[in-house]
């Protein structure tokens, strides 16, 4: 079976960086988009970041030129690097993408990690 696994979160001050990172294994024919969104206490989740297999990235306005995310192909691992941190980022991290199993290669599946958290303290 084919999963994503986070990991990098944690609490730091305002103004502090994170490195989170999200890596997919099993029997993987290709990966194709990938992406961020998190959800803070009480509100909807939100797409954060997206990355296509060829390295184009969107972005929310909101965190646009202080988190970067890149993905490395060869390690099947998409990371989100998170500088300047605000308060107001604080919320539960997933990582998702969009993967087309070796067992049904017809096909491209949505899959969704189990969540890191992340706090930012003021």
């Known amino acids: 079976q084919v999963q994503l696994v986070e990991s990098g979160g944690g609490l730091v001050q305002a103004g502090g960086s994170l490195r989170l990172s999200c890596a997919a294994s099993?029997?993987?024919?290709?990966?194709?988009?990938m992406g961020w969104h998190r959800q803070a206490p009480g509100k909807q989740r939100e797409l954060v970041a997206i990355i296509t297999s060829g390295g184009n990235t969107n972005y929310v306005d909101s965190v646009k030129g202080r988190f970067t995310i890149s993905r490395d192909n060869a390690k099947n691992t998409v990371y989100l690097q998170m500088n300047s941190l605000k308060p107001e980022d604080t919320a539960v991290y997933y990582c998702n993408a969009r993967i087309t199993t070796a067992q049904a290669i017809s096909r491209m599946d949505t899959l969704w990690g189990q969540g890191t958290q992340v706090t930012v303290s003021s």
């Open positions: 099993g029997s993987i024919f290709s990966i194709n988009t």
